[in-house]
Structure formats: C-alpha cells, structure tokens
C-alpha cells in the first residue's frame, strides 16, 4: 500500500578548500603523539569534534527562515573523506538545509529484499542552484576575511577552475554531495499518497508503525537527529497508549 511516494532528498553541501599557512589541523590527529595526548591528558587534535564553527543565513533577503548552514572544519575534506591531502588544509562547507527539489522512491518488485529506485532530482529547482550559488561565493568571501585570511594558504578546491557564475555552477552540479539527513520516503500525513497516517501507522498494515526521519513530511531546517529522537519518542507514547 502506498508504495510509490515523493520524498525530500538530503540537505546538499559543497565544500572549498584551502592549504592552512600554519600547522594547526587535524592533519596529525591520527598520528601516535595525538593519540598519547588525547590518552594522557585529554586533550589536543582528537578532542575536535571536526565541524567547529557553524552558522545559519539566508541566501537572499525576504526569507521567512535560514536556508543555508555554514561550517567550518580544522581538515581537509573531499569526497566524503575519501580522498587525502599531504598537509595542513582547512575547510568550508555551504549547506542548503531546505531544498526544493523533489525526488520519487519506487519498489522494483514485490520482492521484500530487493533495493528500490530512489531517484533524488538534486538542484532541479532553479531556487536550489541560487542558493548554493550564493552559498558558494558567502564562503570564498570569508575565507578573504580575517582572521582566516591570514593562515589561508591556495585554494586546493575547486580552485580557478570555478570563477564565473556559469563555472562555479558546473563545479557545483559536478561536485556537490549529500549531506547523509534523506528524509520523506515514508511521509505521515493525511492524503492518499501519504504512507503514514499522522499517528506514525502505515497504511493498510496492522500493528505497524515506522518512527525515524522517513517520516517527515519536509526536511527540518537543520540536522536531523533531535528531531529523529522526538520522534522516536512520540512513537513510543503512542504506542503506550494504544496498548494501554
């Protein structure tokens, strides 16, 4: 029942990449000395939670609410941590914690374990696109800014291959990667092509309720997991109180 439905894809992110001038990273974080310090004395690299500045802004004036979400990180980071970088590096990411662009989950068969077709349509709305474009340039104009200015080395990414509008806008389509909060694939709500009704109850099925971040209806402006937790916990009381 209700096994073809729109969901929301995950917030989007693109980072840029800068060489430091001086060698406060965690580019040693994985090393025997930070591992002894962090043992003996907690503290030095590995007491970094990585994402150690953040901020929420909008991409353009008018919006009832931040669209963006900013962040910096003491470390190089490409590719979802994939790829390496021999030397002290940091980063800036541009999230858009609210895309408008829809995707379709579809089963492929009737067989329980078979994978579906998740298809995301990233950036297919005009209004995603502008905003990860000003995301983009928000942030080269921090890094210009000080006090980063003074320790950042070259750009390592996306470089000058990315200068103009229409550049910055292929790096992005190119490069772009989702930031692991997909949400909507199960959505509560009380239409027909919802999956859930507003009591977490999967339609058609008995005695079966779904509580993660399937369920929600739109992305949340921000990271998922408190939300996740509230969820879980709603689920919980009702659950109590039908059996009750």
Not at 55 to 68: E, K
Not at 163 to 175: C, I, M, Q
Request: hydrophobic letters at 40%; aromatic letters at 6%.
């Amino acid at each position: 029942h209700c096994f073809i439905t729109d969901c929301h894809p995950s917030a989007l992110w693109r980072l840029l990449n800068y060489e430091s001038t001086v060698p406060e990273s965690l580019a040693d974080a994985e090393r025997p000395k930070a591992l002894a310090e962090w043992l003996i004395r907690r503290s030095g690299p590995l007491t970094s939670n990585v994402g150690e500045a953040m901020a929420f802004v909008r991409s353009r004036p008018g919006l009832p609410a931040a669209d963006l979400q900013l962040l910096f990180g003491p470390a190089y980071y490409h590719d979802h941590g994939f790829d390496d970088h021999d030397g002290h590096a940091f980063a800036l990411a541009a999230t858009l914690i609210a895309p408008r662009s829809r995707g379709r989950l579809r089963l492929r068969s009737a067989d329980p374990l078979g994978k579906p077709q998740l298809i995301g349509n990233h950036l297919t709305e005009p209004e995603d696109m502008a905003a990860m474009l000003a995301g983009f340039r928000r942030l080269r104009g921090i890094a210009a800014t000080e006090p980063l200015a003074a320790v950042r080395g070259r750009e390592l990414s996306p470089a000058e291959e990315a200068e103009s509008d229409e550049e910055v806008e292929a790096f992005l389509r190119r490069e772009t990667e989702l930031l692991y909060h997909p949400v909507g694939t199960c959505r509560m709500g009380s239409d027909d092509a919802a999956v859930l009704d507003p009591r977490l109850r999967v339609r058609g099925i008995e005695a079966l309720r779904v509580a993660d971040a399937s369920v929600m209806p739109v992305i949340t402006g921000g990271n998922t997991h408190a939300p996740t937790v509230m969820i879980a916990e709603k689920a919980a009381e009702l659950i109590r109180d039908a059996s009750g």
